[in-house]
């Protein structure tokens, strides 16, 4: 039977992962918003072609590529909290260097190594954020502990350019429209180091049968 709105909230209380599924929300937003407004300005602002812009912001999933392998690895020898927190960390700080950028500083060069630094955050955070999830999960609920997440993160998505595209009309500037991003992701740090451990006690709505009584 698929589980009911009553029955996913009683998962993700069971679970304490009601940080890890607003972190993952905040920080899907900031990298959809500033993807969105950074194809944008480097095209309005800095004159640069498609294909150039298309490059420039190659530099992100490149690096998040390269890194992922590592955060793996990194998450199997000191844990996915240590190792998402890392790379959360690691992302915030490189879409903050995206603001003090001019009109005159939108080049290839100035962005790209910005964005390098944001994508290995990524590449550290985007793997381990999902175990952490999943292994918080009650026996018999992983799978509804997956689609929150995986809801947290499309919303996130969702939100991110449309709150962007907001801030930027009422300010009339790209830049302002980049806080958002910076915001969200450090958001999302905040949210990972305040999670609390995941309590241990018996999970509701899951399938697993009553232990059988001590026979006399």
Excluded: K
């Excluded at 018999?140 to 991110?160: D, I, K, M, Y």
């Excluded at 009339?172 to 915001?183: G, H, M, Y």
Aim: net charge positive; glycine share 12%.
């Amino acid at each position: 039977m698929t589980p009911g709105p009553r029955q996913v909230c009683d998962v993700v209380r069971a679970s304490g992962t009601q940080r890890i599924n607003s972190a993952v929300f905040a920080i899907a937003a900031g990298l959809a918003s500033m993807h969105f407004v950074m194809a944008l300005r480097l095209q309005r602002e800095g004159g640069l072609s498609a294909t150039a812009t298309g490059l420039t912001m190659l530099s992100f999933p490149l690096t998040m590529g390269l890194m992922g392998p590592l955060g793996g690895r990194l998450a199997d020898r000191y844990g996915p909290q240590a190792t998402a927190l890392t790379g959360s960390a690691i992302t915030a700080p490189g879409l903050a260097l995206l603001l003090p950028l001019g009109n005159d500083s939108v080049t290839w060069g100035d962005n790209a190594w910005r964005l390098a630094i944001a994508g290995s955050g990524m590449g550290l955070y985007g793997g381990p954020v999902q175990p952490l999830v999943m292994s918080s999960a009650p026996p018999g609920a992983v799978g509804t502990a997956g689609s929150v997440v995986q809801l947290s993160r499309s919303l996130g998505f969702a939100v991110g350019p449309a709150l962007a595209t907001a801030v930027w009309g009422i300010a009339c500037t790209a830049r302002s429209a980049l806080v958002v991003s910076a915001a969200a992701a450090c958001v999302a740090v905040l949210l990972l180091t305040l999670r609390r451990p995941v309590p241990e006690h018996e999970p509701p709505g899951t399938d697993a049968a009553p232990a059988p009584s001590a026979s006399r």
